[in-house]
């Protein structure tokens, strides 16, 4: 391809500039971290006191607003639907007891979905939602449960409920590591996926040589 | 760039399923041994590509490379994104199963019209031919696939206007850097090893 030697030399230097160039750019791109790609959607979903709680993210930390959230019993019937706040979190009354499956879609093809189990929901009493059971809810909302404690005897299950409730708002945050740590990818299954693409390479080409190897030896 | 499991219905899917075997299984004639380890390797680039986030901004992104292994596999360049597709849904829960065809066709159909792009090259001769056909490729590769699934998601129902507009305003800022990404490898390909690059002078059909 080159005409003489030294030619050649010149090319290699400016291939050594290139590579250079696009070594920083390669480095640049492991500098990132290797922890999820970018546009995902998740979504975690537990129940908190008579409520189901929701929370979607994108991986890369945006939140979903405005997302339509739909609740399908057992039976793929929709039997709730929402739309999330800014901070991509909802919050809503246990529609039915039983398997609930939770989609959330943040449109242009993403979508997430997470189902909660039976018992997990049926661990609360859905038709509890009492006046005095709503009330609580809302003390609870404006943040003034203690207040509230001290002023007025609770009733057993109207104080079951608001501990279900404020245990359930502290594990969010515990939750959604746990889910992320679901998500997160790994170091070693990004290189076990390249090794099963190897794999599969080196499989076909010892079926292709023994297929040739056949053929050489009937000729 | 993947479509998730549970959004489209399942003619869509099962229509993806199709093309995609298809389109395989023409792409796929007659295989050189000689092909099989440059394919591997291309496609591990593409499985890591999309694992990999760039921070943009307020935003990050992911590229997707499609273009790239257009450019450098040509026809072949289907084959080798499905396995990327299907090992990324498999191993990550990137996208989903029954996803696999329609995210193939996807993806893989905008890595088939990049190497149809980056081979009208050869009609042109200037200095830097090398890095605008490959830029135009990668570029191509992303938009093209845009279309395939803005036109997935309006069978879905979504508002044809709605959606074009979304997944094109999405689009643009990944289509300038696939761009810029394929152009420069192209071109360094083209210095380095120009023989690992698709469709060169003659546009030899394999076999």
């Known amino acids: 391809m080159y005409e003489d030697f030294f030619v050649d030399i010149i090319h290699g230097v400016t291939v050594i500039k290139m590579s250079g160039l696009q070594g920083g750019v390669l480095v640049m791109l492991l500098a990132v971290t290797l922890s999820a790609q970018a546009h995902k959607v998740n979504m975690f979903a537990f129940v908190e006191g008579n409520e189901i709680f929701v929370e979607g993210y994108f991986t890369d930390g945006k939140k979903p607003k405005k997302c339509e959230v739909i609740v399908y019993d057992s039976s793929d019937k929709q039997v709730f639907n929402g739309f999330t706040s800014d901070d991509g979190q909802l919050s809503f009354a246990i529609p039915t007891a039983g398997d609930l499956r939770i989609t959330l879609n943040a449109g242009e093809g993403h979508m997430a979905q997470y189902e909660l189990s039976g018992d997990e929901v049926a661990g609360e009493e859905v038709t509890d939602v009492s006046a005095g059971n709503a009330q609580a809810s809302a003390a609870v909302k404006a943040g003034a449960a203690t207040d509230r404690e001290s002023t007025q005897p609770v009733a057993d299950?109207?104080?079951?409920?608001?501990?279900?409730?404020?245990?359930?708002?502290?594990?969010?945050?515990?939750?959604?590591?746990?889910?992320?740590?679901?998500?997160?990818?790994?170091?070693?299954?990004?290189?076990g996926g390249v090794g099963i693409i190897m794999g599969i390479g080196g499989l076909f080409l010892y079926f292709q040589a023994r297929k040739m190897s056949s053929k050489n030896t009937s000729k | 760039m993947h479509i998730s499991e549970g959004i489209l219905s399942t003619p869509v899917w099962v229509a993806g399923y199709v093309g995609t075997a298809v389109l395989a299984g023409i792409t796929m004639r007659k295989l050189d041994m000689e092909e099989v380890p440059k394919i591997s390797v291309i496609t591990s680039v593409f499985f890591i590509a999309s694992l990999i986030k760039v921070p943009l901004g307020p935003a990050s992104i992911h590229l997707i490379l499609?273009?790239?292994?257009?450019?450098?596999?040509?026809?072949r360049a289907f084959a080798a994104i499905m396995l990327g597709i299907i090992l990324q849904a498999i191993i990550f829960g990137h996208g989903g199963i029954t996803v696999i065809g329609i995210n193939s066709l996807m993806l893989g159909g905008g890595g088939l019209i990049a190497y149809m792009v980056w081979q009208q090259r050869h009609r042109f001769s200037f200095k830097k031919r090398e890095f605008v056909f490959g830029a135009l490729a990668g570029?191509?590769?992303?938009?093209?696939?845009?279309?395939?699934l803005a036109t997935a998601l309006i069978t879905t129902g979504e508002a044809f206007n709605a959606i074009a507009a979304t997944v094109l305003a999405a689009h643009i800022p990944i289509m300038i850097i696939e761009a810029a990404v394929v152009g420069a490898s192209a071109e360094f390909l083209h210095k380095t090893k120009p023989d690992i690059l698709a469709g060169r002078k003659q546009p030899v059909t394999q076999g």
């Open chain 1, 157 to 191: 299950k109207e104080l079951q409920a608001l501990i279900r409730k404020s245990v359930g708002q502290s594990m969010r945050p515990v939750m959604r590591a746990l889910d992320e740590l679901k998500e997160r990818r790994n170091l070693s299954d990004i290189i």
């Open chain 2, 66 to 75: 499609n273009g790239l292994v257009g450019v450098v596999l040509g026809w």
């Open chain 2, 139 to 148: 570029a191509v590769g992303t938009i093209s696939s845009g279309i395939v």
